[in-house]
């Protein structure tokens, strides 16, 4: 049997978004509690592998950071949450390295790269395991405090309560001043739906979007489901994988069946994806030795030096496959990859219900209805930290 337990903040989800609430709202005096679907280490954040954005860079500015989210949006997104995205950026990053994330560097800077849609170099890196290595500092800090947490205990249950909140957790009973949701988005379950692949954690599945459905909450471009542009096709252990947009960025470009480029490579990710897909459609696309649709990504093309400093574990996953990227070009295909709308939410991640918050892939507004690469972990940590301090004020 599970037990019964009261906390100031119950915050659902371990992913950055969760972690980074959980370590603020603790920071901030409250009593917190963290529960999750399955492991700690479960989820969709340690599996992005690309970078984090932010503007370092001598040439940059959270300004320029703002226009290029805005304008590979469409013009869509939320400009009050976007300009505190770009402008919490640089000092988000500070934050991160106080707790143990060590950023790749070259002569005495950042080692920055410019990603899809962005006007500027400014995607920081931890080789190309960023995602793992901020949750894994992160949850190092929540595990040193006296955080309780709850793996294994998904939530099923929310009931509003004259002083709160009473949450079932799997087998645990968790009463809470303010509840901060950040368990994810549903791309897995879609992807299983559409007979489709996806590069997502078998976790994300929407059930907690739902249950804040149910209670009120308002919600904004939940239709807007993305694709990765480069999702691995061939051979079958790397169907489904993330294939890392900086490999463009250090040089890969796409080329047709004919070995002919048909698109700007370095563009926002849904243009990027649906050139592949018109591509392909038009006949032009090569396939897999199972069938499947594809076109070719040149990574032949990418300095060996860069790809060993920003691309070492795509290497070795594809040389276990009896692949080299640096020796021959890669099969890709677009798949299911974030959920772009979610719950609204202001600038501190409240919702529409009173005493519940949300950050991360579960809310909606900082990217519209197309996201660049980099600002997913940027909003985790932007966002998580604000609706942690902000639940844990809620709840005193």
Known sequence: MGDRLQVDVLVVG?????????????AAGARVGLATKGSLQSCNSAKAQGGIQAAVGADDSPDRHADDVWRSSHETANLELVRILTEEAPATIAWLEERGVEFTRENGGYRIARCGGASRKRLLQVGDRTGHAITKALRDALEASAARTLPKSPLSELIPGRYGWTARCGEHEVEAGAVVLAAGGRCYRVAEERGELSTNHPGATGEVTQIALDLGAESRDLDALQYHPNGGAWPPSMQGYSIPETTRAYGAVLLNA??????????PRDEVAQAIVDEVAAGRGAKTEDGRPAVWLDTT????????????????????AGIDPLAEPILTYPVLHYQNGGLVIEAEGRTTVPGLFAAGEIAGGTHGRNRMMGNSLLECCVFGRRAGRAAAEVAA
């Open 258 to 267: 004919d070995g002919e480029e048909f698109t700007d490579s370095l563009g």
């Open 14 to 26: 371990s992913g950055a978004s969760g972690l980074a609430a959980a370590v603020s709202a603790h």
């Open 301 to 320: 093309r990418i300095p060996e030096a860069d790809a060993l400093v920003s691309l070492p574990y795509m290497l070795r996953r594809y040389r276990a």
